[in-house]
């Protein structure tokens, strides 16, 4: 069912949006760090959000142009393989900080992967 695409589309593109929104203000909340430093949690912070946009975006194209071609099973798969290597990275590492929006990255990710699955099969 094209909903379950669209709405990993709307989850991935809106917490992406919300990572770029954010990167400014995540970065100040580090402290005092060299100017080495704020660059890589920036451009770590900028990677993910685009990262993110970037399949929903994908997903969503190929679920309006035809979500039924080999070419957009390929990219349901691969961005299912992707959100769940993801998912795994955020589990040992943001999951474990106090900071709810952190926690909240490996359920969207595999939320957004089992919509796609489930789009996949039909339901």
């Known amino acids: 069912m094209s909903i379950l ?32 430093n704020k660059r890589i949690i920036t451009m770590e912070w900028i990677i993910e959000g685009v990262t993110l946009v970037f399949l929903g975006v994908i997903i969503g194209l190929v679920t309006i142009i035809d979500r039924n071609s080999h070419v957009s099973l390929g990219v349901y798969w691969l961005s299912v393989i992707m959100l769940n290597v993801l998912s795994v990275i955020s589990l040992f590492t943001g999951f474990k900080i106090k900071f709810l929006p952190f926690k909240l990255c490996p359920i969207i990710f595999t939320g957004s992967s089992i919509l796609i699955i489930l789009g996949l099969s039909g339901l």
Do not use: C, N, P, Q
């Not at 990993?8 to 080495?36: E, Q």
């Open 5 to 36: 695409f669209f709405v990993a589309t709307g989850m991935l593109t809106v917490w992406g949006i919300s990572h770029l929104v954010v990167t400014k203000s995540v970065v100040k909340g580090f402290g005092d760090l060299s100017l080495d």
